[in-house]
């Protein structure tokens, strides 16, 4: 009661700072990340639905990409976000399978919480579940198809599968075979060495229906702002010259802020044809070039318009860098930042040009271009969000066969590749004494999930359906998965229901990563934002780790 | 001891080994969510009833809405696109609604009502399929099956009809005409129908089969009735000359375009001119009129006579054209004077020192129209040496009619256009969806499995269009429905469709009412497509606006 006998309170942190450890921090980071993979769970397969987000700002989302949707969710919790970091680092490295590496990493969690609660020490399991992961991703290496690359026709079948699986929980599956052609061949029209995927331009139009979509082997681009005389311009031609400018065409100061003083009146016009004179002497170069077309990121004013015009040359300025750089890349030929001195190997060209209506906007395209390194997918669809989600669509299965190209081992989806790896682990966790075997056998289990959520997405029977296949696999069949056509299961190799081994190894060593990861941690410590003071510190103290 | 527990249902929420809950997701007591069914249910309640505001629109017979807006603005229309697009939604399905209706727009330009009319029945249909039981993804596959056989039986059904560049086709008439009859112009049928045949084929590029719109422009003076307005082959100017004093009809125009001002040049570099004594001031004087007096002998040696110019000019420049004999018109917006290039073959010209004869715009005429008592002036430009530009000039008793009279000329425009680019097409007054809906029922009896369902809710949904045009046209739908289909069975004719304004046959061949066959295809895709998208949703996350 009195004052001598409490202890006075040793401050060691700075007022406001959360602070919470041991066992129940690592359970309450691992039910947030549950939460987590709650959320995205029916997202996963082909039967797997849509999220629709409105963001603080009131615009619309509508995604199945587990990626997107985990960046839109906006999360705080740090154990939470863990699952975000993992996530995208899967779309940066492979570009599919965002959603299974969230609930991959979700479901070993699980698994682990049980033998936390028993009171096992979180190394132990941390050391199981690399091992089991080291053993997983050598036998997907061991099991791995190998296709032959110098069939041109068989390699493309193979790219053709794996992009349709990609597609096939996504809005365009029923479009499946429209735009898997167009992505395999938007990656084969790719320099096959460096494959840098940004140099597929894919450029939104709404209306039309999806399979109004085009493929544009070539450079497509908005029509730029124009200025009077542009329509007097020719939009068509055939193997023109294309001069690509970083100059801006127009009457202007030529440095700014700088300031004539005129003396007296006579000089008042010099100055003034000095400046048209500058003009002039760039526009005539360019026209001696033999340019038919005249491509700037700066703007190209109303004069130069009129004077293209007039010699029967297309212009379009303010083009965006990224559009200009696939110009190049397509055209050949270099940006050229004054207007003196273009030198004939600098001038791009390609089969035609043409400016065209598409929809409701008018495009700029160039095709049939010599050094086509690069394409273009011009996307329909009724809404903006529908186009929006293809493009997110396109974009996975672009990565996917990117990854197929350079590495053409495959494996089979539809949970075929999951099962295999649960029963090998399982036979092999009976050959290991200790806790380890426990370990092992939690990870065989979670890694069932993946057939089990595809099922229940659809509406199947997935504990019937897992036995069958965990029966089917025990008798050897290695290519045994869900099949959605039958509700039932199937060789998913031979249903072509294919994806790169590269994805698969991705996702489980993440996925693992990430488990360990927040099985280490076991405490937080939050600094609080300065402003809000020590208030909502003492009201979040002790509610886990906010 | 009771814990204080949010609402669950609410947001994502965790709770720690002691059973509190802790936040995991930013603001989340502010977010809504949905989730399930419930969600894919309350999405196809919002798009339904967003589709019956503009079911009563559709057909012949289909009433108009007031819109007004958040100034007080007034619109009055049927055009779907329109309506919708200023209804200014909240809900977030809606809005999908609204944007699949601006695409139809977009891309066809006619039956933008009709293509929303199909997305909410198709959903309404989905809907009683859910609640048996089948899986939303499910349906959304059947009804993309169902979708293909129904394009597939159009293009089977489709006529071409044959088109030429006379302006007197009968068939590209009928086809305007048909697109004009739900519209308030519909008593100056004919005359629009006219209009908008005679402005696509002047600029329509019968070669490439394309028609760039861009050459044609609508402008519109509230006073004169609707039977007024015009189609000028040439451009008008919402412009008077500049001096009140300058004849207002000039004959064989040799125009100059310019887009320099009538004053002396000056650098764009910023100057100073310091004047220190009395005979510079007077030489700068000289100087500014010797440049006036050179500009006009360059316009005058070039030989024209009108000058059009983007900027303005002073008065003293003013002067001196009229007592030059020349008139001048200025501030001509930038995308005018294009026009006005292209329509007279001239160049625009960025400096006096440039301007040559063969840089000359020519038109036969230039005249000033006078409105009633209001003073308000327009110049027309006629006879101009390309035709390809051409000017709709709508007269209306008020600005709502004008403005409608715009919109409804628009889509008859973008009718012809689509026929000049594809001869095929079906019939409309609900002939092309009823017969797909049959082709659709057919094909049903013979799907294994659960697509079944989905196929006959299709062919229910597509019945819709017809029932719809029934109602509005004050006929009884189910009767007329249950008619026409038993029609169509046994004559086996998939021109038969309601008779809405009761001309007394079914036979839409006859009666003439087409529709261009990449509209109705275009219609049912886009449905499709967007019930697809609003059927895949099972989890809706909002964000709660901010509320400091």
Redesign the interface.
Known sequence: MSFSTQTPTIVVLKEGTDSSQGKGQILSNINACLAIQDTLRPTLGPFGSDILIVSSNGKTTISNDGATILKLLDIVHPAAKMLVDISRAQDAEVGDGTTSVTILAGEFLKEAKTFIDDGMSSHLIIKGLRRANELAIQKIKDIAVQIKREDGFEFRQLLEKCATTAMSSKLISKNSTFFTKMVVDAVLSLDQEDLDEKLIGIKKVPGGGMEDSLFVDGVAFKKTFSYAGFEQQPKQFNNPKIVNLNVELELKAEKENAEVRVEQVKDYQAIVDAEWQIIFNKLEAIANTGANIVLSKLPIGDLATQYFADRNIFCAGRVSSEDMDRVIKAVGGNIQSTCSNINPEDIGTCATFEEAQIGGERYNLFKGCPQAKTCTLVLRGGAEQVIAEVERSLHDAIMIVKRAVSHSEVVAGGGAIEMELSKYLRDYAKTVAGKQQLIITAYAKALEIIPRQLCENAGLDGIELLNKLRSSHAKGELWYGIDFQKESIGNNMKNFIWEPSLVKINALSSATEAATLLLSVDETIKNDDSQDGGAAGGSARGRGAF | MAQQVPDLSNA???????G????????QGKKQRKHGIE?TKSHILAARSVASIVKTSLGPRGLDKILISQDGDITITNDGATILTQMDLDN?IA??LV??S???D??IGDGTTGVVVIAGALLDQALELIEKGI????IA?GF?EACKIAVEHLDSIADTISISSESKDTNLLKAAKTSLGSKVVSKAHDHFAQMAVDAVLAVADFERK?V?F?LIKMEKKVGGPIEDSSLIRGVLLDKDFSHPQMPKIVKDCKIAIL?CPFE???????????ISTVE?FK??QE?EQKKFQEMIDLVKASGANVVAC?WGFDDEANHLLLANGLNAIRWIG??E???L??ATNG?????FEDLTADKLGTAGVIRELEFGTTRDRMLVIEDCSNTKAVTCFIRGSNEMIAAEGIRALHDSICVVRNLIRDSRVVYGGGAAELTCSLAVTDAADKQKGIDQYAFRAFAAALDTIPMTLAENSGLDPIETLSALKAKQVNENSSHLGVDCLGKGTNDMKELFVIDPLIGKK?QL??AT??T??IL???????????EY
């Open positions: 994502i929420v965790a709770q720690d080994e002691m509190r809950p802790f936040i995991i997701v930013r603001d969600a977030e809005k999908l944007e699949l601006r695409s139809q977009d891309e899986h939303p993804i499910k596959n993309d394309d760039d861009e887009t002396p040049p000056k650098p764009k570099t910023k100057h100073k001119l310091d510079e030489v700068l100087y983007q930038g995308s004077l294009e026009l290039a292209i160049r625009i010209v960025p400096r275009q895709l886009l497509q967007l697809r998208m895949k949703i099972n989890d809706v996350i909002i964000s709660g606006k901010d």
